[in-house]
């Protein structure tokens, strides 16, 4: 495999590729972009010795044709596929220049970041993530079957659909967020002098993608001005009445307050709702990946040392899901040394994750203040939304383990989904640290038929609209 540009998504790619043993050959314009990725294990910074099967056009959507009839003219390789988010552009110019455009297959995986370049590239960064790949009318099932070879290579999932379906679709559900991210973003240029001291973590969740390339984006949006206006418009429309709304409701005497109030709270309802079309986060993944079960005691901070402890070895807030459980009266990581309150305080703050799984109730209740942040502290900060949702108030009020009815202590069930070698080293990290961490037998019938199958054509079957 040939990858064309060694950014961010390019050299993403030649990671995963690499890691399951694909030869891969790195080109850039930049030699610098591209030793770089070398460096970090992506691949050779060189031209193959002949034509490899796929050739991956890492550039942006502007360039996909020029570069494609480039590579096609040189003989690069069998069949090509691009990663631009933007596609029904992109596939007029291959059809109207390209030497031989049966041999390519648009493809866009969701995955991303907000930093750009080499650097922050990762082999996982696909995981669990739609991949829409958009065959024109023309493109040779050989071609289409390498490009899903690349999807299931990177542990994404497939969905086919056209160019124009394709441009609709994430107009609404990638660029518009990222204009909304930058109009907001831009805002704060003008803001008091103390905003930043009360910029939260709501803030930074909205704005974060506003940091992506100013050119990159520029020439993706451009790309793909129609459908973007169009939501746009739409988009203006709901301002323009909220707007409104709100003039209202600065006059809370005056006789459009109840009428600003109900637009208010239906556009605030209408997000709930919109919010709940989206799928939730995929708690199954590709077919490559299995589930890595820990059970967790539900007293004060038992979900971020398990956090902490699993971090080193693959197991994030992003892979991770939480359910209620009703564990034992005491678990295998509780029949650990019983220990006194100093000591397990002095142990905390030292880090070792054994001490929590060892505390007896009256050592968790009797432990101070300040050993209690040093449980937590920045783990517990870190926490995603969903996870600290999942965390009830019957459990985050727990001291040193309440018990339930029948015997049973209220706790966590944790769900690591993961690839089948981060997988093994998880569960022997978690075993080694005194917790309860298995590979769970998988529910899902397209993991339970599929997670052994290295051939990408067995992954999960492409997702049609």
């Known amino acids: 495999m040939c990858v064309v540009g060694t950014g961010l998504i390019g050299t993403s790619v030649a990671l995963a590729a690499r890691r399951r043993g694909v030869a891969v050959y790195l080109s850039d314009r930049d030699p610098v972009a591209a030793r770089t990725a070398a460096a970090l294990g992506a691949g050779r910074a060189e031209p193959p010795p002949g034509p490899v099967d796929l050739a991956v056009l890492a550039v942006p959507p502007s360039r996909v044709a020029a570069v494609l009839a480039e590579r096609q003219a040189d003989g ?63 493109t040779a099932p050989d071609a289409f079957d390498l490009a899903l070879d690349l999807v299931a290579l990177c542990g994404a999932a497939p969905v086919v659909l056209s160019a124009r379906e394709h441009d609709e679709t994430v107009a609404l559900t990638s660029h518009v967020p990222h204009l909304a991210a930058s109009l907001t ?27 992506g390339s100013a050119r990159l984006w520029a020439d993706i949006l451009r790309g793909n001005a129609a459908a973007v206006a169009a939501v ?19 006059d809370p005497d005056g006789p459009a307050a109840a009428a600003g109030l109900t637009a208010l709270t239906d556009l605030l309802e209408r997000g709930v709702a919109g919010l709940g079309e989206v799928a939730a986060p995929r708690v199954d993944g590709p077919a490559d990946t299995v589930p890595v079960r820990v059970r967790c005691a539900g007293r004060p901070g038992e979900l971020a040392r398990l956090l902490a402890a699993a971090a080193p070895f693959g197991g994030t807030t992003d892979n991770a899901a939480v359910t209620a459980a009703d564990l034992p009266a005491r678990t295998p990581g509780d029949l650990g040394t019983e ?12 880090g070792n994750t054994r001490t929590p799984r060892g505390l007896n109730g009256n050592a968790a209740r009797d432990l101070s203040a300040d050993a209690a942040h040093d449980l937590g502290g920045d783990a517990v900060r870190g926490l995603g939304g969903d996870v600290a ?14 018990v339930a009815g029948g015997g049973g202590v209220t706790g966590l069930d944790v769900r690591f989904v993961v690839s089948a070698p981060v997988a093994a080293g998880l569960v022997a990290g978690l075993r080694d640290a005194g917790w309860d961490a298995a590979v769970e037998v998988a529910s899902s019938t397209a993991i339970h038929a599929k997670k052994a199958v290295p051939d990408a054509r067995r992954a999960p079957d492409p997702v049609r609209p």
């Open 76 to 138: 690069l390789a069998r069949a090509y596929t691009d990663v631009a988010s933007v596609k029904s552009a992109p596939e007029c110019a291959v059809l109207a220049t390209a030497p031989d455009p049966s041999q390519f297959v648009g493809g866009h995986p969701l995955g991303g970041r907000e930093r750009s370049g080499p650097l922050a590239a990762t082999a996982e960064l696909f995981h669990g993530r739609p991949w829409a790949l958009v065959p024109h009318a023309g």
């Open 389 to 402: 949702r999942e965390l009830g108030g019957d459990v985050a009020c727990q001291r040193g383990g309440g």
């Open 185 to 211: 973003a831009a805002r704060l240029l003008d803001g008091p002098a103390g905003t930043p001291l009360l910029a939260g973590q709501g803030l930074r969740d909205t704005t974060r993608i506003a940091g």
């Open 339 to 350: 220990l006194s309150p100093a000591r397990a305080a002095d142990a905390a703050r030292n």
């Open 232 to 250: 746009l418009r739409a988009l203006s429309a709901d301002v323009t009445a909220l707007v409104a709304a709100f003039d209202a409701l600065a």
